[in-house]
């Protein structure tokens, strides 16, 4: 019988050793649940693509971008390290249609930013199992090599979030913010807000909520960690 994934593995060059391990990898928890089956989901594969999708994208920063300091390093690293573009790439690899879920998927699974965040490292997590660390890797150099060198660090881009992945690019820890004042400036309130990274602040900024006063918080540390770092 034809294997359901003989174009996927054309596509990207695979002679499959254990077809299985890609099934798992495609494998929503919650399929099981509709089915009435036991195959095991992407979770635990999930954890091995993070980890290799992180060592790749760093190496390219490092080598495309020699005049950035680690900050500078790390967020950059974010902005490909993140939910967004790796549901961006879980896309245009084509990886969608192989995506097993269960009815109680509240959202279509094109549309749902995190599982395709999960499949994208889980399907790397596969092929590194099936395939070797040194295949995996050149896969994803092959498709990040020319957005990663033509990248660009971009504070503007949902700031708390970037900077939230940028920290843990490197440690697993969260930042925290803090709501320094809540004052009233011409009639109207003014909040000013910091944020956190074990203890040392890394940014503040104001604004007319909580909410838009961690957001400028958060761009300040970004800009900051963006300064080249001699100055």
Same mark, same amino acid.
């Given at each position: 019988?034809?294997?359901?994934?003989?174009?996927?593995?054309?596509?990207?060059?695979?002679?499959?050793?254990?077809?299985?391990?890609?099934?798992?990898?495609?494998?929503?928890?919650?399929?099981?649940?509709?089915?009435?089956?036991?195959?095991?989901?992407?979770?635990?594969?999930?954890?091995?693509?993070?980890?290799?999708?992180?060592? /790749?994208?760093?190496?390219?920063?490092?080598?495309?971008?020699?005049?950035?300091?680690?900050?500078?390093?790390?967020?950059?690293?974010?902005?490909?390290?993140?939910?967004?573009?790796?549901?961006?790439?879980?896309?245009?690899?084509?990886?969608?249609?192989?995506?097993?879920?269960?009815?109680?998927?509240?959202?279509?699974?094109?549309?749902?930013?995190?599982?395709?965040?999960?499949?994208?490292?889980?399907?790397?997590?596969?092929?590194?199992?099936?395939?070797?660390?040194?295949?995996?890797?050149?896969?994803?150099?092959?498709?990040?090599?020319?957005?990663?060198?033509?990248?660009? /660090?971009?504070?503007?881009?949902?700031?708390?979030?970037?900077?939230?992945?940028?920290?843990?690019?490197?440690?697993?820890?969260?930042?925290?913010?803090?709501?320094?004042?809540?004052?009233?400036?011409?009639?109207?309130?003014?909040?000013?807000?910091?944020?956190?990274?074990?203890?040392?602040?890394?940014?503040?900024?104001?604004?007319?909520?909580?909410?838009?006063?961690?957001?400028?918080?958060?761009?300040?540390?970004?800009?900051?960690?963006?300064?080249?770092?001699?100055?």
């Amino acid at each position: 019988m034809a294997s359901q994934y003989r174009d996927l593995f054309r596509r990207f060059g695979i002679l499959p050793h254990n077809e299985k391990l890609y099934e798992q990898a495609f494998t929503h928890s919650s399929y099981n649940g509709m089915v009435g089956t036991h195959h095991e989901d992407y979770e635990r594969m999930e954890f091995l693509g993070d980890s290799i999708v992180g060592m /790749v994208v760093s190496t390219l920063c490092y080598k495309y971008h020699p005049d950035m300091g680690q900050g500078q390093l790390s967020v950059l690293k974010a902005q490909f390290v993140c939910s967004q573009s790796e549901a961006d790439y879980c896309r245009k690899m084509g990886l969608i249609p192989y995506i097993r879920v269960g009815a109680s998927m509240s959202k279509a699974v094109e549309d749902n930013i995190p599982v395709l965040e999960d499949v994208f490292e889980s399907f790397i997590g596969a092929v590194y199992l099936d395939q070797g660390l040194d295949f995996a890797c050149r896969l994803l150099v092959k498709l990040l090599d020319s957005d990663v060198k033509g990248a660009r /660090v971009d504070v503007e881009i949902n700031p708390k979030s970037r900077l939230q992945e940028a920290m843990q690019a490197e440690r697993r820890e969260s930042v925290t913010y803090r709501i320094l004042e809540d004052r009233i400036i011409k009639g109207a309130h003014e909040f000013v807000a910091a944020v956190y990274f074990q203890g040392d602040e890394l940014g503040r900024g104001t604004g007319p909520n909580k909410k838009a006063a961690e957001t400028a918080a958060a761009r300040d540390a970004l800009s900051r960690m963006s300064l080249p770092e001699d100055n």
